[in-house]
């Protein structure tokens, strides 16, 4: 039963670029009953309204995924690999990104105001004129990412890796936990 619900799964989410909102609407029942995380990768996801509660993404495969543009504001993205994702111009407000992987994800001109990025993976991830206003930054990775003109007020960068980090004309306004930052030489170019 598990094995025919994954495949289900994989059925679904591997013909989800041509889908429509039924199909959506399907994948959203299966998940309710099978136990994996969804895995929606290499999907263009920019036509669907994805609403909070509705589904879970805490957890999901997003990787190289094309969301640009849309808002995901007050999602649950916990934990979520979101690596080589298109999240340019999308609204991420207020968002859990806890533990989530945003490794070499597009994020230009993303706004991200008051948004949980603690421990998340944001190694190289290009985040130019992003808004970061009130952002929690605690413990994550941001090393070789690009911050350059991004808005910073009141973030939190408490222990927060920044080695290699560019912060060109970047807002930088009562940044807290920025004593505690971790910035040792690194290689950005591999």
Known sequence: MKRSLIWLLSLACSTLYA???????????????????????????????????????QQANLSYSNLSGMDLSKMNLGGADLSYSDLSHAKLNEVNLTDANLSHANLTGAELIRTDLSRANLNSTNLIQANLEQAIFTKANLACANLNQANLTKSNFTETIISGATFVNTITVDISGYESVVDSKVNCDS
């Open 19 to 57: 889908a429509n909102q039924q199909d959506l609407d399907k994948l959203l029942q299966l998940q309710k009953t099978q136990t994996t995380h969804v895995d929606l990768s290499h999907t263009d996801l920019r036509r669907f309204a994805i609403t909070p509660g509705k589904i879970d993404l």
